[in-house]
């Protein structure tokens, strides 16, 4: 099965730009989304196939796609991006399954 | 307005079936390409993917879980029914539905998830 690869953690201070990465085979060849989750509540879609922006999300917040590594990058990191963060794929080619990465914690020191 | 609400047993035994209902608002699911999914997450771990039901009654399932899993579809009554069997400790977790516009895409909107505890 399809597997997505995401580091448990990342910190930065406020101001600067956090990157989450993504890694799993050739998901440059897929579609990538990520969703925001802040604790206590459902995850919200912040980026859909790989750069789009969904109504209401800040532009601060941006993705990318190639090779063997998706990223979503957060410039001007707030105090309220403080979140786990999941990138989630469509793998076609086994069953047509959804997958969704291990997570990231992003904390704003 | 897009709106979906999950309900079902807050607590069920060992062995159990568990059923919960996903009832939603703002969409059909008679629409081409539209999907209802349910995803679960264990405390203080990942989002897991377990199934999705699209409009035309095409089913997908999670192939470790497939085996235990059942999803079905009340158009009429905007809801979608997941059954899991054998239930166990390790399924304790928050499940969520949620809504996928077209086949292989995101889910742009998110019930707020209801917590299942197994335990005898």
């Known amino acids: 099965s399809y597997v997505l690869t995401q580091p448990p953690s990342v910190s930065v201070a406020p101001g600067k730009t956090a990157r989450i990465t993504c890694g799993g085979n050739?998901?440059?060849?897929?579609?990538v989304h990520w969703y925001q989750q802040k604790p206590g509540q459902a995850p919200v879609l912040v980026i859909y196939?790989?750069?789009d922006r969904p109504s209401g999300i800040p532009e601060r917040f941006s993705g990318s796609n190639s090779g063997n590594t998706a990223t979503l990058t957060i410039s001007r990191v707030e105090a309220g991006d403080e979140a786990d963060y999941y990138c989630?794929?469509?793998?076609?080619?086994?069953?047509?399954?959804?997958?969704f990465g291990t997570g990231t914690k992003v904390t704003v020191l | 307005q897009i709106t979906l609400k999950e309900s079902g047993p807050t607590l069920v035994k060992p062995t159990q079936t568990l059923t919960l209902t996903c009832t939603f608002s703002?969409?059909?699911?008679?629409?081409?390409?539209?999907?209802v999914g349910w995803i679960r997450q264990p405390p203080g771990k990942a989002l897991e993917w377990l199934a999705l039901?699209?409009?035309?009654?095409?089913?997908r399932y999670s192939p470790s879980l497939k085996s235990r899993l059942t999803i079905t579809k009340d158009t009429s009554k905007n809801q979608v029914v997941l059954t899991m069997t054998n239930m166990d400790p390790v399924d304790t977790a928050t499940y969520y539905c949620?809504?996928?516009?077209?086949?292989?895409?995101?889910?742009?909107?998110w019930g707020q998830g209801t917590l299942v505890t197994v335990s005898s």
């Open positions: 949620a809504h996928s516009q077209e086949s292989g895409s995101c889910y742009d909107y």
């Open positions: 703002g969409f059909s699911l008679s629409t081409s390409g539209v999907g």
């Open positions: 039901i699209y409009w035309d009654d095409d089913k």
């Open positions: 050739n998901i440059g060849s897929k579609s």
């Open positions: 196939y790989d750069s």
């Open positions: 989630q794929v469509w793998d076609s080619s086994s069953d047509h399954v959804y997958v």
